[in-house]
């Protein structure tokens, strides 16, 4: 695609030289070929541009192209030259359409800040924040609109500490979402869904983080400092093995928000140190309904993982991570999701704060570790926040165990 946008530019180049334009300004474009000013101005970017990318996004479209060609012959451009811009126009018009979507999903996907010609630089070059924003803010207005559901935020917090047995560790979850409104009367909604029966947990058991068992009640996950009182409302519901909490169709009450909390713990979850078989322990938490920002932290007790910090891979594969051979993230890019974002760093405990909309999700955590049992001060803390998180993207958060 690059290469038919810097070919055209380059057949475009003679093309204008054998006028005398060798460097048209659009002044000049504009006087001898009859052009509009803002084609004029365009064509004189496109021509001028630093590197295909931005010649790519500047080249108007291809009638308007092949009237420029026309226009170029019939001022007395050179034959030869007016024929290899025809074809360089023809095939940047066949790359445009054997592209999977229209001109402007293009532009979007070769918007990078300047996109080099090469492209192997091209598949490399990371997406501007503002346009990732902007394609985030389009899946949650476009999920809002389909699902009638919005919640203000979510949080996923994972707490990674000794395990009940020696060697192993315990990972604690809290889950949260404030602000969930129905904006118009819908069907029957699971805000919380676990899989019932320990025994086929594959080897882990789940409790609640008082620690009392939650067998197939996943009400008794529920913090109930941190949930409104519609959800006492919350129907429980059974599918085979997975066990929810159902929203049903008036619940909450059109434009009345409902906070929900709940915490879990997974016993004696993953190995504390690396195996032949498992290298890095992973964790996963998906979006699934229309969030203004999104919070997740992870917290890594200080002596187990020494140096460690957790690293962040989203996807949208709908094929789960291979286990138990965890050996890494997948580092081909397979299914890969660009966020913009990663971990920060938080210090020890709860010192540190942040913004005041991210850090509702710290008594959370603090009252978590009260019933855990465990000191914060213990464990080292990671942030990332995602503000309108793409739904349906698997978040993955991989962390390598100690040798």
């Not at 909450?252 to 004696?268: R, T």
């Not at 187990?304 to 594969?317: H, I, L, N, R």
């Not at 942030?383 to 793409?390: D, G």
């Amino acid at each position: 695609m690059l290469e038919a946008a810097d070919g055209v530019r380059g057949a475009f180049v003679p093309m204008l030289a054998s006028l005398g334009l060798e460097r048209p300004r659009m002044s000049e474009l504009r006087e001898r070929l009859a052009l509009d000013k803002s084609v004029a101005s365009r064509m004189a970017r496109a021509i001028r541009a630093a590197d295909a990318g931005a010649a790519l996004r500047e080249l108007p479209g291809t009638e308007m192209l092949e009237r420029f060609v026309a226009r170029a012959e019939g001022i007395g451009a050179d034959a030869a030259a007016v024929a290899a811009a025809r074809a360089a126009v023809r095939a940047l018009d066949e790359a445009i359409a054997a592209f999977p979507g229209d001109r402007a999903s293009l532009a979007s996907a070769v918007a990078a800040g300047g996109a080099a010609a090469d492209p192997a630089a091209a598949r490399d070059a990371v997406a501007s924040p503002a346009r990732l924003r902007a394609a985030r803010r389009g899946a949650y207005d476009a999920l809002l609109f389909a699902q009638g559901i919005s919640c203000e935020t979510t949080s996923c917090i994972t707490i990674l500490g000794p395990g009940r047995t020696p060697g192993m560790l315990d990972q604690a979850m809290v889950m949260a979402t404030t602000g969930l409104r129905r904006l118009r009367r819908g069907s029957p909604y699971a805000v919380l869904s676990l899989q019932g029966n320990p025994g086929s947990n594959h080897g882990f058991t789940r409790t609640a983080l008082g620690g009392m068992p939650l067998l197939d009640d996943p009400s008794v996950a529920l913090l109930p400092e941190f949930c409104s009182p519609s959800a006492s409302e919350l129907r429980l519901e059974r599918r085979g093995k997975f066990h929810s909490l159902v929203l049903d169709a008036t619940v909450p009450p059109l434009e009345e928000p409902m906070d929900l909390a709940y915490g879990v713990v997974n016993v004696d979850f993953d190995a504390a140190r690396a195996t032949e078989a498992s290298r890095w322990t992973m964790t996963q938490y998906t979006v699934s309904r229309a969030c203004r920002l999104h919070v997740r932290e992870v917290l890594l007790h200080r002596d187990t993982f020494t140096g460690c910090s957790p690293e962040a891979v989203f996807t949208a594969e709908t094929v789960p991570a291979v286990s138990p051979d965890l050996l890494g993230p997948d580092r081909s890019g397979r299914g890969f999701v660009e966020h913009g974002t990663g971990f920060v760093p938080m210090g020890s405990g709860f010192a540190m704060r942040g913004k005041a909309a991210e850090d509702f999700v710290v008594p959370m955590s603090v009252r978590a570790f009260e019933l855990l049992g465990w000191n914060p001060d213990d464990f080292e803390r990671f942030r990332m926040v995602v503000e309108y998180p793409l739904p349906f993207v698997r978040g993955e958060v991989w962390l390598r165990l100690p040798e």
